[in-house]
């Protein structure tokens, strides 16, 4: 009989979870199917002149949605982890005696910890298809997967047949001005037209700034020289009037230093006027005149001096360009004639002396070689 059977094992525990195996590679996308040829284009008809803008006709319905493609072949399943270790077998009990009654089953032992994962079996024949059960609920959509290299086209489906033209919507917004297109060929030239009416003026621009100023240019050639003009019409008479005259002295005089000289004789006076044995020439017209004086003085004798200075005075001022003198060294014994000269401007009416400027008293002779002689002069001719 056999023995009884002991008691079960404590189950060992489960082995770990293998690896998830990697993903398969994806499938091949399908070939890209050959492109049809191109109809003729037909000949563009006359453009008719543009129709009012119709109605917005109705939106058509939504066509069929076209079938799913084929599913992509399932990607190799990936390797299963390596099953836990098998728990040990209980003792088996002795075959000899009748099998006695079957004990109470004992209490369950402990679960033993679990076996090494053993190695995977062979594939068993796969089952029928079983009827497909209802479909579940809708899972949670799971995170996209990234996206698979695109397949290749397909070969393009025949045209279908153009629908009839729908009634012309209307014009919708404007949209983005395009990139220009290449230039075209110039056309060729078109007859020339004649010119039409000239237009009106416009109105005159706002003048400009002012630019800046140029650099001066390079000083061009001198020109050749003009003919001589014609000689010019004959000025009106100036009112020029000759203005001159002439006053001396003959007779002894002493001249103390400071005193102007008595005139005892005119001479030609045009223009001016002197009272005989006075000092004052008279001159009418105001102008500049050209003056000029004698003095005859005696260096030996009573009275006499060695050294003599005199100038012309107008109205009691003295001319600074009249002044002259005259010297002569000690024991020299002779009678001298000073000279002296300038041009003096007088105002009209004025009164004209010979003045003794220097610090001597001079005398003038009346007689040398046994002739009566002028020892004193004085002249104004008008010069402007």
């Not at 690896?19 to 398969?24: E, I, M, P, R, Y």
């Not at 029928?128 to 209802?134: E, Y």
């Not at 200075?309 to 009678?335: C, K, M, R, W």
Request: charged share 10%; no cysteine; glycine share 24%.
């Amino acid at each position: 009989m056999p023995g009884v059977t002991g008691a079960t094992g404590a189950t060992g525990h489960h082995g770990h979870k293998g690896d998830t195996g990697a993903t398969g590679p994806r499938g091949y996308d399908g070939y890209t199917g050959a492109t049809g040829a191109t109809g003729m284009t037909g000949a563009t008809g006359t453009t008719g002149a543009t129709g009012q803008t119709g109605v917005t006709g109705m939106t058509g319905s939504t066509g069929m949605t076209g079938m799913a493609g084929s599913m992509g072949a399932t990607g190799a399943t990936g390797a299963t982890g390596m099953t836990g270790a098998t728990g040990s077998t209980g003792a088996t009990g002795d075959p000899g005696g009748p099998t006695g009654p079957t004990g109470g089953t004992g209490a369950t032992g402990a679960t033993g910890a679990t076996g090494a994962t053993g190695g995977t079996g062979s594939t068993g024949t796969t089952g029928a298809t079983g009827d497909t059960g209802a479909t579940g609920d809708e899972g949670a959509t799971g995170a996209t997967g990234p996206t698979g290299s695109t397949g290749m086209t397909g070969i393009t489906g025949a045209t279908g047949a153009t629908g009839m033209t729908g009634i012309t919507g209307a014009t919708g917004d404007e949209g983005p001005t395009g990139a220009t297109g290449a230039t075209g060929s110039t056309g060729s030239t078109g007859p020339t037209r004649s010119t039409g009416a000239t237009g009106a003026t416009g109105d005159e621009g706002t003048t400009g700034a002012t630019g800046a100023t140029g650099g001066v240019g390079a000083t061009g050639a001198t020109g050749a020289t003009g003919a001589t003009g014609g000689t010019g019409a004959t000025g009106a008479t100036g009112s020029f009037a000759p203005t001159y005259g002439q006053i001396y002295n003959n007779t002894a005089r002493k001249i103390d230093s400071g005193d102007s000289i008595i005139f005892n004789n005119n001479g030609i006076l045009v223009g001016m006027t002197h009272i005989v044995n006075s000092t004052d020439l008279i001159v009418t017209t105001a102008g500049d005149y050209n003056v000029v004086y004698e003095v005859l003085t005696r260096t030996y004798g009573v009275d006499s001096s060695l050294n003599s200075a005199y100038a012309v005075f107008v109205n009691g001022v003295v001319q600074p360009t009249t002044q002259y003198g005259i010297h002569a060294d000690e024991g020299i014994s002779l009678d001298r004639l000073m000279t002296g000269s300038a041009i003096v401007t007088v105002p009209a009416m004025g009164i004209v002396t010979l003045r003794n400027v220097g610090v001597s008293d001079d005398i003038l002779p009346d007689n040398v070689d046994g002739v009566t002689v002028i020892n004193a002069s004085l002249r104004l001719i008008k010069l402007s």
